[in-house]
């Protein structure tokens, strides 16, 4: 704008106009090559914007696109994880897919793995989006989704908090919901699950690798909690009479125990493989059972953890080795995950019935 008259605007490539017509336009032949990152920002704002990109700027992206060898890995990380943060990831990364970029983000990218890996993404997407906004565009899968919204959605504002979370340091401020989109993506791909691996990959910090290689395995949701014995509806002030089951407390323990920081990630993940394996004519039967399975880890998550996920300790190592003399050691450790596991299943409540379960657990060590 011009000082002396800041209603004039000072448009030399006629930006004003493109935007009016919703159009993406690079604004010389010298854009791509003088900073290639700008193959990938130019999706990224196609995406949050819903703009179109022009054809001749179109042919110039696909002109130019080996140039991205050359960009830095940490700019390459931080443009793709910019689009995974956008509201429509699912059309970035297919995007960047057609026009043969996604090799140079993710090297292992290829046609073999990238259906699987596109679908399985466009599955967790719909998931996160009800998780973040309560409303999905796909009307293909509406009992799926609808289900799924009424059900772990009653935990929305938790997950929200949740997945909205930063992994690393304060100048990260990468998010979960990041990686999970990432991970989906990796397990796709022939690729290891060393956290090396993803050092190398995008120069993800120490934190964010750990994360992500955690979330690599696909597991299945526990089958003890498949089973609705109960409303699935929340409730939030509970009272003695509303104690589960010592098998459903147990497998609730183990799950966040095996997964630890990624659990809740872990439950999500899988509801989006199922999805995607399914699409629209996944099983009701099947579906209602995992949904039921993660709605019970989720209510002992976020409404029991204190009984479930972490009891107040009752004994500790330092008694076991002065009361009982035991000797200091891998055994004292495993003895305590298994008295912690047992009162989250209710079995133990005292501190000497915990003494006799460490008795009769030292012994059988020996046995």
Known sequence: MRCRDPQELVDPTGGIGHIHKNIIRMISERSFPDDPIRLIRAIRIAVQTGFKIEPSTTIAIRKHVAKLGQVSTERVRDEFM????????????????HLNMMRYILPDWNANS???????????????SIVFTSKTKDAACEYTLGLFASTVGQFRIELQRHLSETVSDKS???KRYQLMYLAILLRSLSMSSKPQKFVDLLKLSKSECKMVSEMMPTENLPE?????????????????????????????????????????????????????EYGPQIPHSLWERKLTAMFVLLDGYY?????????????????????????P?????IILEQITEAQAAGEIYDRDSALKMARRLYTSFDT
């Open 82 to 97: 910019r689009c995974l943060a956008s509201e429509n990831p699912f059309a970035a990364v297919s995007l960047l897919s």
């Open 114 to 128: 990238r259906d699987k890996a596109l679908t399985t993404f466009r599955a967790l997407q719909q998931l996160i």
């Open 172 to 174: 990260n401020r990468r």
């Open 224 to 276: 003890e909690l498949s089973v609705a014995k109960d409303s699935l509806n929340r409730r939030q002030n509970l009272v003695q009479n509303d104690r589960i089951s010592p098998t459903k407390a147990r497998a609730i323990h183990q799950y966040f125990r095996k997964y630890s920081t990624v659990a809740i990630e872990m439950g999500l993940l899988t509801l989006a493989e199922i999805v995607s």
């Open 303 to 327: 409404d029991r953890y204190e009984d479930l996920i972490r009891p107040a300790s009752i004994v500790d190592g330092n008694d076991l080795i002065t009361e009982l003399g035991y000797k």
């Open 329 to 333: 050691g891998h055994k004292i450790g």
